[in-house]
Each structure stands twice: as C-alpha cells, then as structure tokens.
C-alpha cells in the first residue's frame, strides 16, 4: 500500500498525460511514495479505441491508499499551463515535482505533413512542457528544492547512417523525433542554469517500448523482446530521478533499464510493495 513516509513524502507532485500508459505507472508509483499527486490529461470519459481514463488512475491511486486529485486540460490550449498549475498550488500546494510525460505522435513522412500537424505536435510535446517547467521553476528556486522530469523517446537518437536502417526510412516517427530531441536539449539547458538552485532537471526515455494496455490493445509490440520492457521499470526509473540529489543528478538523458542497472535499484511494483520479478534486457 502507498506509504505516507516514502522518498517522496510531502512532496506535491504533477504528471501529465495520465490517463494511461507511462503516466498512470509515474503517477501510481509516486502517490505510493507518499506524494500527493496531480493527475492531468484530455481524458475524461471512457474512449473505445484506447484504455484509461484520469478517474481511473485517481480511484487506483487511492485504492492503494494514495492521494491524488484529477485536473482535465488539453495541452494543446495555450491557456492549460497556467490553469493546471494554479489549480493544484490552490489544491494541494506548491509544485515540488513536474513530470512532462503527455505527448502525440503523428506518424507521418517528414516530406509530407502537413503544417497543422507538425505545428501541434512541437505544442504539445515541447511548448507545453517548457510552459509548465517555466510555470513552477520560480518557486522551487525560491524554496531551494524541486524535481522537472520530461519523458523522452528512444526516436530520439538519431540513426545511424547512411545507409540508414529500414525503420529509419519508413517509420515515420521524424516529426515525432525531433520534438523530443528539442526537449532534450532544453532539460539539458535548464539544468545548467538551476545547477546552483537546488533544482534537477533530467529527461528519461525507454529502451523502446513500454508494456502497458495502450501497446497490447493496439497490436504495437515489439518482435524482440529485448525492445520492450515492464510499466514498472519505467515508473522507478523516474520515481528516482524524481527523488533523486539535485546536486549530483541532473542534466540526464536517462535510459530507464540502464539507470535502474547503474543505482543498483531494483523495480518494485507500481502500489510499492513487492519488487518487480520480471527482468529487462539493455540493448549494447
């Protein structure tokens, strides 16, 4: 059950894009650390074509004897940062902990989409993280102590090449790619200026992919199985960086299997009970 002395107890904590996926394993698994969670996604309602809602994730969370409370905003209105993050100070406090994790990927030919939707995917998947770091950066430096955490993607290296590889031609995932790099580089940047402010800033990508019901109902995952790992992987992966010595940790772009090796941490289940039994393989 969620434990009100965990690594990360007292804090507040935000996390978008949770309604499904990698947010509600961030999300759970930080409420069972203690944290009081602020969960923020589109999704209100049931959808047919993908699992999970924002009230789902919250009646998980306090099922596993967390606190949490639910805050509908589409990222994609320039107006969402400001209102996702006055809600919560007024609800639960200030801001201790930012997880960006919300994102949408088009996958499409980098020749051929169009501008739309190359405009809204650098919205929502880098403008609006950057509104919401800039939104709560001023009071952690105030207070000397905060945690910034941007999901990232493993498109995000580049390829090697030319020639390039197959998936490198035909995957589509360009326009997708280059939002994350771009918010690699701005974690990066921002952790260089808050080095000396008690603040980390770090990005986390997977291997490759993550198991969660989004993946299976789909039909995504990966032929090897070395490209996919555990939900729970993912959620210690950032539940350390989200606790982690801003001093000594900051300025990463972490790759969670390899992190969790390099601590020496192992993955526990996302209510915090039991270690995680399924191993990941890194690839070299």
Known sequence: MAGRSGSAAGR?????GASRGIGVGIARRLASEGAAVALTART???????PGTLGQTL????????????????????????????????DLGPVDILVNN????FYEPAQSISEKRMRLSFELNFMAPFGLMQRV???????GSGWILNISSALARLPSGPPFDESARGLGGGTYAATKAALERMTVALAAELHEEGVAVNALAPVAAVMTDAVEQLGVVPDDPSML??????????????????????????????????????ARSLDGDVLHPTQTQTPA
């Open 102 to 105: 919300a994102a949408r990927a």
């Open 44 to 50: 209100v309602e049931p959808r047919p074509e993908l």
């Open 229 to 266: 790992e555990p939900l729970e992987v993912m959620a210690e992966a950032a539940l350390a960086l989200c606790t982690c010595d801003p001093r000594v940790m900051t300025g990463r772009v972490a790759i969670s299997a390899q992190l969790l090796e390099e601590l020496g941490r192992a």
């Open 12 to 16: 507040v904590a935000i996390v978008t």
């Open 59 to 90: 009646a998980a969370i306090e099922a596993d004897g967390g606190r949490a409370i639910a805050v509908q905003a589409d990222l994609a209105n320039p107006s969402a940062c400001a209102h996702i993050v006055d809600r919560v100070e007024k």
């Open 137 to 143: 950066i001023p009071g952690m430096r105030e207070r």
